[in-house]
């Protein structure tokens, strides 16, 4: 796991294993950026592939996207929340999604859960991701 920005700090509880892929917890000090569900199509809103591993790195991509018009960074992001329409396709290609996630978020890896739904508004969409990011605001801890 990479370090984190000093304005974020992972809570790691003492005597728990320490995950791979995700944190247990984050605090964090700075401007919060709520990034709404983000799906697999491009800027100009088409969903270019059936594959559940494609449109994971386009939404992770979408994502940070909004957060650097934000103004900050993947190592901002402390919550990621992924819906997935089919958990066995998502459980076969963990590999996939893990070489995808590095490519896109590096070694920042916040809070995360994944839930299987039925389906999303946008047909075609077997993905939909939605972040909170915590900016550092340059604001300074007084004792």
């Known amino acids: 796991m990479s370090k984190a920005p000093k304005h974020i700090q ?28 983000q799906i697999g199509w491009d800027e100009d809103q088409q969903i270019g592939s059936d594959d559940l591993t494609v449109q994971f790195r386009q939404a992770l991509r979408n994502v940070l996207t909004v957060v650097k018009a934000a103004g900050g960074a993947a190592s901002d992001i402390v919550r990621l929340t992924i819906y997935v329409t089919d958990l066995d396709a998502y459980r076969s290609s963990l590999a996939e999604f893990g070489a995808a996630y590095r490519d896109v978020m590096g070694k920042n890896f916040p809070v995360m859960a994944l839930v299987g739904v039925a389906g999303f508004v946008e047909l075609g969409a077997k993905i939909e991701i939605e972040a909170t990011a915590v900016i550092d605001d340059g604001a300074q801890e007084t004792a």
């Open 10 to 37: 992972v809570v790691q509880p003492d005597g728990w294993p320490r995950p791979s892929g995700y944190c247990n917890g984050m605090s964090a000090r700075g401007r919060m950026v709520f990034v709404a569900g």
